[in-house]
């Protein structure tokens, strides 16, 4: 099925340092979604993005919806340790594509 | 947090036998998923329903069938488990624009 290419594939910082990440497709979507998953635990929904070029927040996350409708961006500001995990976007079309993951792990 | 919760959470079998795994929602969502998650391979569909007794295949759907009764209930059968189905299934509901995950089964094929 389709999937959704994400970069990085990993990062490691320090704490107190800013994320960026990004998803891109080869195909328009029509909402964005960021997941958060943590080990031994099922995915938890951060943000969901419905309009192109829309800039949501929730906390000290952000995210963006590309106004080419193909990608989005995800931020985390000043990062701190309970925020490692894995990161991933997701799209719905005939099913849910989802991105490959980007696994943060955050220095103290 | 959405009202999903999966039973059991944690099951070792032996190669062979049946199992199944139950997902059950108190969101009133229409639809209804199954993955399993695998190291390198993210999630992958299995099934999925799209109302009560209407359902259809994903991706990775040999082995496995499913069934909903109700809109609430979502049951995945392995019939005869194999040591390749020892994996981590995770079910999902949807209001279509949004999804919601479960906590997740981890199975043990032995």
């Known amino acids: 099925g389709q999937q959704l290419n994400q970069s990085p594939q990993s990062m490691f910082i320090q704490e107190g340092e800013d994320v960026s990440m990004n998803c891109t497709s080869s195909s328009i979507f029509n909402t964005w979604l960021w997941y958060k998953q943590e080990p031994g635990e099922g995915p938890v929904l951060l943000i969901a993005l419905y309009k192109a070029g829309e800039l949501t927040s929730n906390g000290r996350l952000t995210a963006q919806f590309g106004i080419t409708r193909k990608d989005s961006f995800l931020n985390i500001s000043a990062s701190i340790p309970s925020d490692v995990g894995i990161y991933f976007c997701a799209g719905p079309g005939n099913q849910f594509y989802f991105g490959t993951g980007t696994s943060l792990t955050v220095i103290p | 947090d959405a009202g999903i919760t999966q039973s059991p959470r944690h099951k070792v079998t032996e190669t062979g036998t049946p199992v199944t795994l139950r997902c059950h929602q108190t969101?009133?969502?229409?639809?209804m998923y199954w993955y399993r998650q695998d190291p390198g391979h993210g999630l992958r569909l299995i099934h999925y329903?799209?109302?009560?007794?209407?359902?259809d295949k994903g991706e990775v759907s040999d082995g496995y069938s499913v069934s909903r009764s109700k809109t609430e209930d979502f049951l995945l059968t392995l019939e005869s488990a194999t040591s390749s189905q020892t994996s981590v299934y995770f079910c999902?509901?949807?209001?279509?624009?949004?999804?919601?995950f479960g906590p997740g089964t981890r199975l043990t094929v032995t």
């Open positions: 329903s799209y109302g009560v007794k209407d359902t």
């Open positions: 999902a509901i949807s209001d279509w624009r949004e999804q919601y």
């Open positions: 969101e009133n969502h229409r639809y």
